[in-house]
């Protein structure tokens, strides 16, 4: 049976697909984009996270480690030797003032389907179901296929969120048994989502269009962060891909935030943009609007944002 690294579970969620839904997070991914809202998904290890203002300064954790990940000063001053953590828990468990948690826990598809079937009552009625997300999923295939495949087989609604980058063939085999894909468009010109994400987008824009061309149904979702992407150019191609893909349903645009800089600094890591959402709307020429929002294509509605 496979297992799935996951780190995070969250039941109740609204804003992934439609309706009341169960969203697993999965770790792992291919992108190292610089904004990004989950920095503790990135690597597929289990990875220490430390909230300093927790912290009582006991010394229980240094205690038990083997790895001397912990080092607890004479003023009780708490370092953190992150690269050390070979995930063993041991630390975790012996915080009483919860300072401490580790992020990616094994689960097997049917433990996660035990807690998915708990809330069958309201994806009935709202239309909901399970969405898996990530980092991203496809990092971990076979289990995703697995855990897919079984809550589909129970008449679970799915929707797997994807950047897109992953090989077509493994899109098609798993095409059956998804619902909606909620499909990441983060930048239009492929230099610069190089350059912010790692990669290029020549292989998302490929598999975006095979997705819809095979009639899978698709929400495109489109982080908009001041500075990089909110511009003409790439509103411009939102709007364009809506109208050439009619298995586009829905366009969400998410605005930026920076709740991720705590967390990167939880897990010993440096936040890659710099500056506050208000800085950078600031220093951009154009009007940036203050809340992200749904387009609907077909509905009439226009994509606009107004750009000088």
């Not at 010394?59 to 083997?66: M, Q, S």
């Not at 990940?69 to 003023?75: M, Q």
């Not at 149904?217 to 809506?242: M, W």
Request: aromatic share 8%.
């Amino acid at each position: 049976m496979s297992k799935l690294t996951i780190f995070d579970l969250q039941r109740f969620a609204l804003h992934d697909g439609p309706g009341i839904r169960t969203t697993v997070f999965l770790k792992g991914c291919p992108l190292d984009c610089i904004w990004c809202h989950n920095p503790e998904s990135k690597s597929m290890a289990p990875q220490l996270g430390f909230l300093a203002k927790n912290c009582t300064g006991c010394g229980r954790c240094a205690a038990v480690c083997k790895e001397k990940v912990h080092f607890i000063g004479n003023t009780r001053e708490h370092k953190v030797a992150f690269e050390k953590c070979r995930g063993m828990r041991s630390c975790v468990k012996a915080c009483p003032g919860h300072a401490l948690k580790l992020y990616g826990e094994e689960k097997a598809p049917e433990e996660i389907l035990e807690i998915v079937r708990k809330d069958r009552d309201f994806y009935e009625r709202s239309g909901g179901g399970l969405t898996v997300s990530g980092g991203e999923p496809m990092m971990q295939f076979e289990g995703l296929k697995e855990l897919l495949n079984k809550a589909k087989k129970e008449g679970f609604h799915v929707c797997l969120d994807t950047c897109g980058q992953a090989a077509e063939k493994q899109y098609r085999e798993i095409s059956e048994v998804v619902d909606i894909f909620l499909f990441d468009y983060k930048l239009t010109d492929p230099e610069a989502h190089r350059r912010y994400t790692g990669v290029g987008n020549e292989r998302i824009l490929e598999n975006l269009k095979m997705l819809c061309e095979t009639g899978q149904d698709v929400y495109l979702r489109c982080p908009i962060i001041p500075g990089i992407n909110d511009n003409e150019e790439h509103y411009r191609a939102i709007a364009e891909l809506s109208r050439k893909y009619q298995k586009i349903r829905k366009v969400n645009l998410m605005m930026y935030h920076d709740m991720a800089k705590g967390k990167a600094q939880q897990i010993g890591k440096n936040y890659g943009l710099k500056g506050s959402p208000d800085d950078r709307r600031s220093k951009k020429k154009g009007n940036l609007p203050e809340g992200g929002g749904t387009w609907m294509p077909g509905s009439g509605r226009k994509l606009t944002r107004k750009v000088h």
